[in-house]
């Protein structure tokens, strides 16, 4: 009777893509506003080489976690416009598996965005960006905030106020894997040994792993009225 | 409960915080009954729909569906019911078709394929089937809306105020859907504001006032100036 849960969350999942690929108003949105946060940093602060390399792991960051707030907000935006989050509600399918197809297309679209922009990020502050560590991290630290921003942005798409509400409820909670984000990447950039980040790594898996947890089990009650 | 209850209500009470928005319902639908669910806004009529189709829990009080309770069976449960609202609960951004398979694939069909042509044959799209739905006026929405509700052949067919915005050329249109499901065999549940819609289309009313069912029984001959003693005002439809 009931859909399985892959299944169910594979086809949300493939429904995202195939609207997003006909329409580009995610990633589009999302890559402008990477961009253009870049080069705002980027004049903004004038910064001799060292300084530069000090920064850039902040400026990833925040760039980051606000396209991905707007990446959320136009995603959960989708749902809402013709009611079609009722429609969502109303299949037989488990509610954590709608969480999981939206979490997953939410975090591709963020990665999508988040890697050209260490590219970017490279030739605007001449420092080598494009490392596996700093990739890993950033896989992991979008993966830590997709996971809260999913669940919020659902909470949040139901209210008027939502697209100042998101990032008014997520930063606080995303904080530490933001800071945890920060800490590795800058010292990966300053060549630090991995002895010196790895405890960010670690924290970053455990914020991951419990904020899943966390949303998995509340997703259903925060959808549910 | 009797024999052929498709719907069973039983002492349901749903508040909002301290705003009660239904006061102990008791009601039983039976099975291929087609009722208009009437009343003044805020009377309860979307509140009473959306715990039926699992969208809302109940502050108290007992739903039953095909025998299967609410919230405990509530998988069971949406596999049985069809939902069309004011809004068309599709995405504009895909095709028809492309709408119809995503709704196949949650619901878990078997040959979906051939199932989206003939809703989209039953609904009169079928030409249209390849085009992004954002292209469609609004009446072909709201007939493609219908096509997602049946798409899994659900015993009960709920309408919430599906002739918004509607022309009435549209509206007659989908009046044929509506009553099309009725003959084959299908539960329906209308809401609308329309009370000469609502005579020609249900067998059944239930007029809610204040939470509380009004009336509940046969469509009455002088349904308007029945409407007006319980909720004190004729909709101007």
């Known amino acids: ?40 940093f980027s ?51 488990d509610r954590a598996a709608l969480y999981v197809g939206k979490l997953i ?89 991995l002895a010196q980040w790895s405890d960010w790594l670690l924290i970053l898996v455990v914020l991951a792993v419990i904020y899943l947890v966390m949303c998995l089990l509340t997703f259903g009650f925060i959808v549910e009225e | 409960m009797t024999d052929t209850a498709l719907i069973t209500i039983r002492k349901l009470v749903k508040t909002y915080g301290a705003l009660p928005v239904l006061r102990s319902i008791d009601l039983d639908i039976t099975r291929g009954e087609s009722v208009a669910l009437l009343g003044a806004n805020g009377s309860g009529k979307s509140t009473l729909l959306r715990l039926v189709a699992g969208l809302s829990k109940a502050t108290s009080g007992e739903i039953r569906v095909g025998g ?27 095709t028809a078709r492309e709408n119809l398979r995503f709704f196949g694939r949650l619901y878990s069909l078997q040959d979906i394929d051939a199932r989206i042509e003939r809703g989209l044959a039953r609904v009169g799209l079928a030409k249209r089937g390849g085009d992004v739905v954002r292209t469609f006026s609004r009446g072909m929405q709201q007939r493609l809306a219908i096509a997602r509700a049946l798409l899994h052949d659900p015993a009960v067919l709920l309408l919430d105020e599906p002739y918004t915005g509607l022309d009435v050329s549209a509206a007659e249109i989908l009046d044929d859907l509506v009553l099309h499901s009725h003959t084959e065999g299908r539960t329906i549940l209308l809401i609308t504001h329309e009370l000469e819609r ?36 004729v909709s101007a439809g």
Do not use: C
């Not at chain 1, 760039?63 to 009611?83: D, K, W």
């Open chain 1, 1 to 40: 009777m009931k859909t399985p849960f892959f299944k169910a969350a594979l086809s949300i999942v493939r429904k995202d893509f195939l609207a997003e690929l006909r329409s580009r108003e995610l990633v589009g949105a999302m890559g402008l506003f990477v961009l253009l946060s870049v080069l705002v």
């Open chain 1, 43 to 93: 004049f903004a602060l004038e910064l001799n080489r060292q300084a530069r390399a000090e920064t850039v792991g902040g400026v990833l960051w925040v760039t980051v976690v606000f396209a991905s707030i707007l990446g959320l907000n136009r995603s959960m935006a989708m749902e809402r416009e013709q009611g079609n989050f009722e429609a969502l509600l109303i299949a037989p399918i």
């Open chain 1, 105 to 193: 297309g939410n975090y591709v679209f963020t990665v999508a965005v988040s890697l050209p922009l260490l590219v970017v990020m490279t030739v605007l502050y001449n420092v080598a960006v494009i490392t596996p560590e700093v990739i890993g991290v950033l896989l992991l630290g979008a993966f830590g905030m997709t996971v809260v921003g999913t669940l919020l942005a659902a909470m949040t798409v139901q209210t008027r106020a939502r697209e100042a509400l998101l990032p008014i409820i997520m930063l606080p909670i995303v904080l530490p894997v933001l800071l945890a984000a920060v800490r590795a990447t800058n010292a990966i950039l300053s060549r630090a040994p």
């Open chain 2, 68 to 94: 299967w309770e609410l919230p405990r069976e509530a998988h069971a449960i949406r596999a049985q019911i069809g939902l069309v609202a004011h809004r068309t609960l599709i995405y504009d951004n895909l």
């Open chain 2, 198 to 233: 609502a005579a020609r289309l249900a067998g059944r009313v239930i007029i809610l006032s204040k939470g509380k069912v009004g009336y509940d029984g046969a469509t009455p001959d002088d349904l308007p100036a029945r409407y007006r003693q319980i909720v004190g005002t």
